[in-house]
C-alpha cells in the first residue's frame, strides 16, 4: 500500500468518527487524483453520496452507490456517467480537495475555477479535504474565493474562522 493509500484510510476514519459526519446523510465527495487522499475508502454505505461531473465550464453532482458506476471523464478522473440524474446543489455536507489550505477556511485549487463556481450556488457545510503537510500558513483569497468551514487531514479537524 502506497502511503498516500495509508494516510486516506487514516483520514477516513477520521471523517467517520466526526460527529457532524455521522448526522449527515447527503454528502458531495470527489474523486480523488493520484496523490490526492481519498475520503470514500471504504466506500460509505450508510451515506448518499454524489460525485461530480465537468461538461465544459460546469460541474455537476450526480448520485452514485458506488465505485463500479464510475466511469472515466474529463481529465481521466472517475465520475457518474452521462445519463445520471443531478443532484442538485443541496448537501449536508460538500467535501473539497485542493492543493493547499489554511486554518482560516483558506483553499489553493487547481486554478480551473470550478469548485468556486460549484460552491457559489451550493448549500452546505464545506470541509477541505487533504493530508497534513497540504496545510499552511496562509493561502492567498480572491473576493469570489469561498472559504471552507472545516478542514479535514489524516491526523485532525480544524474548524475554520469564527
Not at 28 to 33: E, G, I, N, T, Y
Not at 93 to 105: K, Q, S, T
Request: glycine share 10%; net charge neutral; with cysteine.
Amino acid at each position: 500500500r502506497s502511503k498516500a493509500s495509508a494516510l486516506s484510510l487514516q483520514l477516513s476514519a477520521q471523517l467517520r468518527a466526526w460527529p457532524l459526519w455521522q448526522s449527515y446523510r447527503t454528502v458531495a465527495a470527489f474523486s480523488a487524483l493520484a496523490g490526492e487522499p481519498d475520503a470514500l475508502e471504504p466506500w460509505p454505505q450508510d451515506k448518499q453520496i454524489a460525485l461530480p461531473r465537468v461538461l465544459g465550464n460546469v460541474m455537476t453532482f450526480h448520485p452514485v452507490r458506488s465505485r463500479d458506476a464510475l466511469v472515466h471523464g474529463k481529465f481521466g478522473i472517475l465520475e457518474p456517467p452521462a445519463d445520471s440524474n443531478c443532484a442538485g446543489s443541496q448537501f449536508d455536507l460538500i467535501l473539497v480537495p485542493g492543493l493547499a489550505f489554511d486554518l482560516g477556511g483558506g483553499r489553493l485549487g487547481r486554478g480551473k475555477g470550478y469548485y468556486d463556481r460549484f460552491l457559489a450556488g451550493a448549500h452546505g457545510i464545506r470541509a477541505g479535504i487533504c493530508f497534513d503537510d497540504q496545510i499552511v500558513d496562509h493561502v492567498p483569497m480572491e473576493l469570489h474565493d469561498l472559504r471552507m468551514d472545516f478542514v479535514v487531514t489524516p491526523s485532525a479537524i480544524y474548524r475554520c474562522g469564527s
